[in-house]
Protein backbone atom coordinates (compact mmCIF):
# COMPACT_ATOMS: atom_id res chain seq x y z
CA UNK A 1 0.00 0.00 0.00
CA UNK A 2 1.16 3.36 -1.05
CA UNK A 3 1.33 6.14 1.36
CA UNK A 4 -0.66 9.18 0.53
CA UNK A 5 0.79 12.67 0.06
CA UNK A 6 0.33 15.13 2.71
CA UNK A 7 -0.94 18.39 2.09
CA UNK A 8 -1.35 20.96 5.10
CA UNK A 9 -3.37 24.17 4.20
CA UNK A 10 -2.95 27.19 6.62
CA UNK A 11 -5.78 29.87 5.62
CA UNK A 12 -4.99 33.12 6.88
CA UNK A 13 -6.75 36.64 5.52
CA UNK A 14 -8.98 39.49 6.18
CA UNK A 15 -11.90 39.24 8.87
CA UNK A 16 -15.30 38.77 6.71
CA UNK A 17 -12.74 37.68 3.49
CA UNK A 18 -15.02 34.21 3.22
CA UNK A 19 -11.76 32.19 5.02
CA UNK A 20 -13.89 29.78 6.87
CA UNK A 21 -16.77 29.76 4.00
CA UNK A 22 -14.33 29.27 1.38
CA UNK A 23 -12.57 26.36 3.67
CA UNK A 24 -15.71 24.79 4.60
CA UNK A 25 -16.65 24.55 0.90
CA UNK A 26 -13.82 22.88 -0.17
CA UNK A 27 -13.66 20.23 2.66
CA UNK A 28 -17.59 19.51 1.48
CA UNK A 29 -16.38 19.71 -2.09
CA UNK A 30 -13.74 17.01 -1.38
CA UNK A 31 -15.69 14.81 0.71
CA UNK A 32 -14.19 15.36 3.85
CA UNK A 33 -17.61 15.91 5.19
CA UNK A 34 -20.97 13.99 4.99
CA UNK A 35 -23.76 16.32 2.91
CA UNK A 36 -26.22 15.42 5.58
CA UNK A 37 -23.99 17.08 8.19
CA UNK A 38 -24.31 20.62 6.01
CA UNK A 39 -27.91 20.55 5.67
CA UNK A 40 -27.94 20.44 9.21
CA UNK A 41 -25.62 23.51 9.23
CA UNK A 42 -27.50 25.04 6.82
CA UNK A 43 -30.99 24.49 8.53
CA UNK A 44 -29.42 25.65 11.76
CA UNK A 45 -27.80 28.52 10.51
CA UNK A 46 -30.96 29.89 8.87
CA UNK A 47 -32.61 29.63 12.20
CA UNK A 48 -30.02 32.13 13.69
CA UNK A 49 -30.81 33.76 10.19
CA UNK A 50 -27.23 33.55 9.30
CA UNK A 51 -28.45 30.67 6.41
CA UNK A 52 -24.98 31.60 4.18
CA UNK A 53 -22.91 30.38 6.93
CA UNK A 54 -23.44 26.65 6.83
CA UNK A 55 -20.05 25.85 5.27
CA UNK A 56 -18.18 28.03 7.68
CA UNK A 57 -19.93 26.49 10.45
CA UNK A 58 -17.79 22.91 9.18
CA UNK A 59 -14.92 24.97 11.50
CA UNK A 60 -17.02 26.83 13.51
CA UNK A 61 -17.47 25.16 16.03
CA UNK A 62 -18.10 27.48 19.21
CA UNK A 63 -21.22 29.17 19.87
CA UNK A 64 -19.86 32.09 20.08
CA UNK A 65 -18.48 31.78 16.74
CA UNK A 66 -21.51 31.19 15.47
CA UNK A 67 -23.73 33.67 16.97
CA UNK A 68 -21.38 36.42 15.88
CA UNK A 69 -20.14 34.89 12.23
CA UNK A 70 -16.50 35.07 12.90
CA UNK A 71 -13.71 32.62 14.00
CA UNK A 72 -12.51 33.24 17.11
CA UNK A 73 -9.54 30.15 17.49
CA UNK A 74 -8.14 28.12 14.65
CA UNK A 75 -9.84 25.14 13.42
CA UNK A 76 -8.23 22.16 12.36
CA UNK A 77 -9.89 19.83 9.73
CA UNK A 78 -8.10 16.39 8.24
CA UNK A 79 -9.82 14.78 5.56
CA UNK A 80 -8.36 11.94 2.66
CA UNK A 81 -9.00 11.70 -0.91
CA UNK A 82 -7.70 8.74 -3.04
CA UNK A 83 -4.13 10.03 -3.54
CA UNK A 84 -3.65 12.75 -0.37
CA UNK A 85 -4.06 13.10 2.88
CA UNK A 86 -5.06 16.89 3.91
CA UNK A 87 -4.55 18.73 7.05
CA UNK A 88 -6.51 22.12 6.35
CA UNK A 89 -6.24 25.03 9.47
CA UNK A 90 -8.35 28.18 9.24
CA UNK A 91 -7.49 30.96 11.67
CA UNK A 92 -9.08 33.93 12.72
CA UNK A 93 -8.75 37.43 10.58
CA UNK A 94 -10.63 39.53 13.80
CA UNK A 95 -7.49 41.41 14.92
CA UNK A 96 -8.85 40.65 18.34
CA UNK A 97 -8.14 36.89 17.78
CA UNK A 98 -4.69 37.15 16.18
CA UNK A 99 -2.91 36.06 18.85
CA UNK A 100 -5.39 33.00 18.16
CA UNK A 101 -3.74 32.82 14.94
CA UNK A 102 -0.07 32.85 16.32
CA UNK A 103 -0.04 30.59 18.95
Same mark, same amino acid.
Request: hydrophobic share 40%; net charge neutral; proline share 0%.
Given at each position: KE &? %????? =?V? =? !?HVDSGKSTTTGHLIYKCGGIDPRTIEKFE %? &? *? *??? !? %?GSFKYAWVLDKLKSERERGITIDIALWKFQS? %??EVTV?? *?PGHRDFIKNMIT
Open positions: &E %KTHIN =IV =I !G %K &E *A *AEL !G %KS %KYID *A
